[in-house]
């Protein structure tokens, strides 16, 4: 098949499906006479997987490395793989938690000390110090 029936059947672009030929998730195609791309029924398939990885949280770089084995990857490797995959996901959630208890913080002391007529010293939100500053200017 074409590249335009290939991103046709996946719901790629074009470009997208040259981008990762290049970048070896992709194998090269067969030629045609006429120079075209010729792209079999498992090249379909690589780029499901592919999208499915991406939609995942799986990084180029993650998914490149199966692929480059050449082997299929075993089910104990495979787990091992998405437990990584979990682990990650769980440690950015604690940052975003973190970050949106800070702001939450943030939010509420600049209400109050702006209902108060004052304002905080720039200096000390940047060094992450909530904590009013006494008289600063009014706002």
């Known amino acids: 098949m074409k590249i335009g029936e290939l991103a046709d059947k ?5 470009s997208a499906i040259r981008y990762y ?7 090269k195609p067969e030629r045609g ?3 075209y791309r010729d792209y079999s029924e498992a090249a379909v398939e690589r780029l499901r997987r592919i999208q499915m990885a991406q939609s995942l949280g799986f990084s180029l770089e993650a998914i490149r490395s199966v ?3 050449h082997e299929e990857l075993s089910k104990d490797d495979l787990l091992r793989k998405l437990d990584g995959r979990l682990q990650e996901i769980e440690q950015l959630m604690d940052t975003l938690r973190e970050q ?3 702001l939450r913080s943030l939010r509420t ?3 109050e000390t702006w209902a108060e007529g004052e304002c905080l010293n720039t200096a000390s939100l940047i060094n992450g110090k909530l904590a009013k500053p006494g008289k600063q200017g009014k706002h």
């Open 109 to 111: 002391t600049l209400r």
């Open 33 to 35: 006479a006429n120079g």
């Open 10 to 14: 996946t719901g790629m672009a074009s």
């Open 21 to 27: 030929e290049q970048s070896g998730l992709l194998p």
């Open 67 to 69: 692929f480059a084995s």
């Open 100 to 102: 949106q208890q800070h």
